[in-house]
């Protein structure tokens, strides 16, 4: 909120006026601000991974879990200009469509590009070749996947090459914990209560 009230700000003013150390104390006070919030940001994670730590579970190759996987079709842009369902690409929504592809609780990785990105979808949507789809075995609670993929560090999988890609074959092999039905719910649970404190 603060960040946006310094939006408002005239800082050309401020320099027209040699007033340079209400500049300086404002750009310094937007900087405490955005290091705050980054803070925030790595110890919110670090409570959210901690979720994962209270429950024993074994270790499960991602490729043992997985019930279907299926790629994106890219569409071309003229047909991008719908208005029924969303369009995804790797950094999220980039357009809209009338016609569907995927329809349910999806999880949806980045597979190129921005490889490594984990998103949740509800409802009807189409996304592009560079995401897979991901559907899990009914042992597996989808919203302690999801929270356990979109933390979780690809990096070192990840091949850098013109366009960093992660394969499917090698997102098969990397270990998830994968604790009973029960404590998966736990987890979720716990999740949840992390983020309401967050929102409030």
């Given at each position: 909120?603060?960040?946006?009230?310094?939006?408002?700000?005239?800082?050309?003013?401020?320099?027209?006026?040699?007033?340079?150390?209400?500049?300086?104390?404002?750009?310094?006070?937007?900087?405490?601000?955005?290091?705050?919030?980054?803070?925030?940001?790595?110890?919110?994670?670090?409570?959210?991974?901690?979720?994962?730590?209270?429950?024993k579970?074994?270790m499960?190759?991602?490729?043992?879990?997985i019930?279907?996987?299926?790629?994106g079709?890219?569409?071309?842009?003229?047909?991008?200009?719908?208005n029924?369902?969303?369009?995804?690409?790797?950094?999220?929504?980039?357009?809209?469509?009338?016609?569907?592809?995927?329809?349910?609780?999806?999880?949806?990785?980045?597979?190129?590009?921005?490889?490594?990105?984990?998103?949740?979808?509800?409802?009807?949507?189409?996304?592009?070749h560079?995401?897979?789809l991901?559907?899990?075995?009914?042992?597996?609670?989808?919203?302690?996947?999801?929270?356990?993929?979109?933390?979780?560090?690809?990096?070192?999988?990840?091949?850098?090459?013109?366009?960093?890609?992660?394969?499917y074959n090698?997102?098969?092999k990397?270990?998830?914990?994968?604790?009973?039905?029960?404590?998966?719910?736990?987890?979720?649970?716990?999740?949840?209560?992390?983020?309401?404190?967050?929102?409030?």
């Amino acid at each position: 909120k603060m960040v946006n009230e310094f939006k408002e700000i005239d800082l050309f003013k401020f320099l027209l006026h040699e007033k340079y150390d209400d500049f300086d104390g404002i750009i310094g006070y937007v900087k405490m601000i955005i290091d705050y919030e980054k803070t925030r940001k790595r110890l919110y994670n670090i409570r959210r991974k901690w979720c994962f730590e209270t429950v024993k579970c074994e270790m499960k190759l991602l490729g043992e879990i997985i019930n279907k996987s299926k790629t994106g079709k890219t569409l071309p842009k003229n047909e991008r200009n719908g208005n029924l369902y969303p369009y995804y690409g790797t950094g999220g929504i980039t357009g809209r469509v009338d016609k569907f592809l995927f329809d349910g609780v999806s999880i949806i990785f980045s597979h190129d590009g921005s490889s490594g990105n984990v998103q949740l979808v509800h409802g009807k949507f189409w996304c592009n070749h560079h995401i897979r789809l991901l559907k899990f075995n009914t042992n597996i609670n989808e919203m302690y996947m999801y929270n356990y993929l979109s933390l979780y560090n690809f990096d070192k999988y990840i091949k850098n090459n013109s366009i960093p890609s992660l394969g499917y074959n090698i997102l098969q092999k990397i270990k998830i914990p994968v604790p009973s039905l029960s404590d998966q719910e736990k987890v979720v649970k716990m999740i949840d209560d992390i983020n309401k404190e967050e929102s409030d």
